[in-house]
């Protein structure tokens, strides 16, 4: 089993920064593939970020890409979601999820996805 527990949100206004983390706990956390994922109301939960195993690979969504980045720190057992420039559709939930079949290729697929955290509140204030 692994826990994930998501941290960092708020609200901020447009422009700013906001950084996320995610502790896991658990089966080691160097040995599965972490996303982020988001979901406003009345929408889809939709792909933000990935980052494989080691951190060598990332994927982003094209909404994000230049704005958003993803690490993590695998002797913290923490990921991390770095926002900046954060607009008015940033303004979710945002989920950490883990994953121990998604490829590069799949990361990006809800469904790989074995565990997920309890979400955290992102508001982007115009």
């Known amino acids: 089993q692994v826990q994930l527990v998501e941290s960092g949100g708020g609200l901020v206004q447009a422009g700013g920064s906001l950084r996320l983390s995610c502790a896991a706990s658990g089966r080691p956390f160097s040995t599965y593939t972490m996303g982020w994922f988001r979901q406003a109301p009345g929408k889809e939960r939709e792909f933000v970020s990935g980052l494989s195993r080691y951190g060598s690979y990332t994927r982003y969504a094209d909404s994000v890409k230049g704005r958003f980045t993803i690490s993590r720190d695998n002797a913290k057992n923490t990921v991390y979601l770095q926002m900046n420039s954060v607009k008015p559709e940033d303004t979710a939930v945002y989920y950490c999820?883990?994953?121990?079949?998604?490829?590069?290729?799949?990361?990006?697929?809800?469904?790989?996805?074995?565990?997920w955290g309890q979400g955290t509140q992102v508001t982007v204030s115009s």
């Open positions: 999820a883990a994953s121990f079949r998604a490829t590069v290729a799949t990361m990006g697929g809800l469904y790989e996805y074995d565990y």
